[in-house]
Nanobody, 128 residues
Framework: QVQLVESGGGSVQPGGSLRLSCAAP????????IGWFRQAPGKEREGVSC????????RYSDAVKGRFTISRDNAKNTVYLQMNSLNFEDTAVYYC?????????????????????WGQGTQVTVSS
């Protein structure tokens, strides 16, 4: 059973920053597109960012573009999401997921059913 593990969530004031990590013990994240999704209370889970392997492609939702940066360290088998200028609307549980059918984020990158493996999520709360 493949299980991704997110970490780095927490509480932060508006304008603050957090860096989320996504690790996969016993599973190589190499070769696959890795996505970050989030789900706020009462809302659908939405795609936030994606990073490819084959072409280094990255994608961001309009809500986070310019504030969030996704990266991957293949040597550490870890994907990161640097989140800056956080605001109240960023409060959600953040999930990372692996899409083993794709190695690029070109084209539709946030089709949830295409992602095979998911983590349990990490809570991000932005409050004053």
């Amino acid at each position: 059973q493949v299980q991704l593990v997110e970490s780095g969530g927490g509480s932060v004031q508006p304008g603050g920053s957090l860096r989320l990590s996504c690790a996969a013990p016993g599973f190589e994240l190499d070769y696959y597109a890795i996505g970050w999704f989030r789900q706020a209370p009462g809302k659908e889970r939405e795609g936030v960012s994606c990073i490819g392997y084959s072409d280094g492609s990255t994608r961001y939702s309009d809500a986070v573009k310019g504030r969030f940066t996704i990266s991957r360290d293949n040597a550490k088998n870890t994907v990161y999401l640097q989140m800056n200028s956080l605001n109240f609307e960023d409060t959600a549980v953040y999930y990372c997921a692996a899409n083993t059918m794709r190695s690029s984020c070109l084209g539709p990158a946030f089709v949830r059913h295409e992602y095979d493996y998911w983590g349990q999520g990490t809570q991000v709360t932005v409050s004053s």
